[in-house]
């Protein structure tokens, strides 16, 4: 067994966007190779695999639930907070500023856990 895996090639990224995006309708552009290959380089080597695609094939057995949600959780924002993303508050801010008109200024927040964000932005 290797002490470190392979570098996460292109296929296995394509493969952990799609797992993460059915089990939690999340979309990783490609600029999220690095965060999957950090996040998941731990399990990796903790189960002693040699590859990312060895990992992946582990988590599509299905036979170890808690193992996919231990993938599951390193694959998403776990936390919430108010005025959690400060710049997102700042382009808030200017586009109520520049909204003009009759039509309600409206803000949708998605997959707020707790609700602190949504609360922010009122």
Same mark, same amino acid.
């Given at each position: 067994m290797n002490t470190q895996a392979k570098p996460l090639t292109d296929t296995e990224f394509g493969h952990f966007q799609r797992f993460i995006f059915e089990a939690a309708g999340i979309t990783l552009g490609t600029a999220k190779k690095a965060l999957v290959s950090g996040r998941l380089a731990k399990r990796v !080597?903790?189960?002693q695999l040699a590859s990312?695609?060895?990992? /992946?094939?582990?988590l599509q057995r299905g036979d170890d639930p808690l193992e996919v949600q231990t993938a599951i959780d390193l694959l998403t924002t776990?936390?919430?907070? /108010? /005025?959690?993303?400060?710049? !997102? /508050?700042e382009l808030l801010r200017e586009a109520a500023l520049a909204h003009r008109g009759p039509a309600p200024f409206r803000v949708w927040s998605a997959a707020s856990s707790s609700g602190e964000e949504a609360y922010s932005i009122a």
């Open positions: !080597h903790a189960r990312y695609a060895d990992y /992946f094939a582990l776990n936390e919430t907070y /108010f /005025f959690r993303e400060p710049r !997102h /508050f």
